[in-house]
């Protein structure tokens, strides 16, 4: 084990969607930042890989080109139940579809490009709010350390309750027949599955469920398809018309939604790690973005100020809260009603009845260019 010690101005561990643009934003700015993965890039994750057109123009800014890639735009929504109920509706914002493949790759190069120093397959073993240690026993010393670790963690953080609800997840990439401008969310008993086009002309399939169905299911993908997915005629029609191009779907389990705001008491926050949305929401990877652009705002705001750090962390959770938690209440509630069998075909009915009811629900999910 080394005992080496390492300086750098800002620490941050994690490096998805929200710590990689961090970390460009602050290198930017003339920060010595040092990111920490515990994995490599490019990688496959469970992901919808739907992003809200809030983010197309801060991406552009940090540098990514995503008017060279020819992306999809997506501009509708079909939702369709078991039960047999449809609706299509117009998205009030719109989205496009692009791979985390190749979106943590771009982030991941251009935050090499601007200086930031990036340490992947490194865990963080220990942290305090002016150091961490790594799996090697290296301690880097940071004025700032800020937890960005996504989705699952073994460090102990101030959390409100959950519902207790544990769902899983599985992704896989298809060529499949789909319009190029609209995402699909079909929905089956105490799940759903959505499929959107992303690069290259490739689909995105994503899967969230009840863990229970799959423990039902004896733990085996190919019962729990078709026990429970199947029953959804569109969601079978999907298969069935698609040439997977996994061998086997990526898959991810246990996963919960909690009301998560940064605490202030040794980590600031960011992305995942301050509060996960329910993916029905649509917004997950737009809410990284827009947490990563606020909080470098309040460190570039407060960083010739002696206690920096005490109002970074106090300034950063008022904003945060304001700008996030009616995301994730409304969020976390379609989500439950996503497990109810009766509550989305009664949405879809009262949607095609009254069809002006929807985009408003939508946009609530949903923010502002930024």
């Not at 509706?89 to 990036?118: C, D, N, W, Y």
């Not at 998560?260 to 980590?267: A, C, F, I, Q, T």
């Amino acid at each position: 084990m080394s005992s080496e010690n390492i300086n750098t101005d800002i620490a941050i561990i994690g490096g998805g969607l929200s710590g990689l643009s961090l970390s460009i934003l602050l290198a930017k700015e003339g920060f010595e930042v040092t990111l920490f993965e515990k994995k490599d890039y490019p990688r496959h994750k469970v992901c919808g890989e739907y992003i809200s057109l809030e983010s197309w123009d801060f991406l552009e800014r940090i540098g990514i080109p995503l008017n060279t890639l020819n992306l999809p735009i997506i501009s509708e929504v079909y939702l369709s139940s078991h039960q047999g109920t449809s609706l299509k509706s117009a998205l009030p914002l719109g989205g496009f579809g692009i791979s985390r493949f190749t979106l943590e790759e771009l982030l991941f190069q251009k935050a090499q490009q601007v200086g930031v120093k990036v340490l992947t397959k490194t865990s963080i073993v220990s942290y305090s709010d002016n150091a961490v240690e790594t799996q090697l026993g290296v301690k880097h010393f940071a004025n700032l350390v800020i937890a960005s670790y996504g989705k699952k963690t073994n460090f102990n953080i101030q959390v409100k309750p959950s519902t207790g609800q544990k769902y899983f997840a599985l992704k896989w990439h298809m060529n499949a027949d789909i319009p190029k401008d609209r995402i699909h969310l079909h929905f089956f008993e105490k799940g759903y599955i959505g499929s959107s086009q992303i690069e290259e002309g490739k689909t995105n399939a994503c899967l969230i469920a009840a863990q229970e169905l799959l423990e039902n299911s004896e733990n085996n993908i190919d019962q729990f398809m078709h026990r429970y997915v199947f029953k959804n005629k569109e969601a079978k029609e999907l298969f069935e018309n698609a040439t997977l191009l996994f061998e086997r779907p990526l898959s991810i389990g246990n996963i919960t939604f909690s009301h998560r705001y940064p605490s202030g008491s040794n980590l600031l926050l960011c992305g995942d790690a301050a509060g996960m949305v329910a993916p029905l929401n649509g917004n997950g990877m737009s809410m990284a973005f827009y947490s990563a652009f606020l909080l470098a705002e309040q460190i570039k705001k407060y960083r010739k100020t002696p206690e920096s750090k005490t109002l970074i962390s106090n300034e950063y959770e008022k904003i945060w809260k304001k700008k996030f938690r009616n995301r994730l209440l409304v969020g976390n509630w379609l989500q439950h009603a996503s497990l109810n069998n009766f509550a989305i075909p009664t949405i879809l009915k009262i949607g095609k009845t009254i069809p002006a009811l929807l985009p408003p629900l939508i946009k609530l999910t949903h923010g502002k260019p930024f």
